[in-house]
């Protein structure tokens, strides 16, 4: 009686364990970070460093590293570094776009009123272009409020392509500032994604 009784608990458990896979969930560690012999418990990350040429990019990656670390329970996020264990540090060494197609100008303005002579003959302008967001992480010891030796350290790089925005018959053919705003939307994608591959390259040591 015993024996079957067992059984039956095993059976079960392990039902629900195939269940619990099958449907997609799984069961949430509960240890703290390790680095080597280092236990992170807390980690503060510092404001961004821009070193692009393109002004505000580091909010954009600095605002989503702490939309997608406050999400981690085992390790707690804390607002000042004085009660950290960690610094997590980064730094945009690249941010800019060029351009992808092109195509001639005058076969762009075959069709407009423009006088053949005044279609900019053989000059061709960007149907697209390709956003790039380049970064380098470091996550720093932090003990008896001074910074120690490098715990992990990586970069990343990722690109994304955009539409280039054309006005016929104006000179130049591109409205600056509306691709200017398709790279500010190109480049939040690319900081959320940069963001996410960060996190999954140290996840497993949460």
Not at 3 to 9: E, G, N, P, Q
Request: aromatic share 12%; hydrophobic share 40%.
């Amino acid at each position: 009686m015993y024996m079957r009784m067992r059984l039956k608990i095993t059976i079960i458990v392990c039902f629900l364990a195939v269940l619990a896979t099958s449907c997609g969930y799984t069961f949430q560690r509960t240890s703290k970070a390790t680095f080597g012999l280092q236990t992170v418990n807390r980690i503060y990350v510092k404001p961004m460093v821009n070193n692009s040429y393109k002004p505000g990019v580091e909010n954009l990656v600095y605002n989503a590293l702490l939309k997608k670390f406050s999400l981690q329970k085992n390790v707690e996020l804390v607002s000042s570094q004085e009660n950290a264990d960690a610094l997590l540090i980064g730094v945009v060494t690249q941010a800019n776009y060029v351009a992808g197609g092109m195509t001639d100008v005058a076969g762009f303005l075959e069709n407009t009123i423009l006088p053949p002579e005044k279609r900019f003959q053989g000059l061709a302008v960007a149907t697209s272009y390709t956003a790039s967001l380049n970064c380098q992480f470091t996550l720093l010891e932090y003990k008896d409020k001074k910074e120690g030796k490098s715990l992990w350290g990586s970069q990343f790089s990722s690109s994304k392509g955009f539409p280039a925005t054309n006005r016929l018959d104006v000179f130049g053919t591109t409205a600056t500032h509306i691709n200017e705003s398709e790279f500010d939307r190109a480049l939040g994608d690319l900081a959320e994604g940069i963001v996410r591959d960060l996190y999954e390259s140290i996840y497993w040591r949460f």
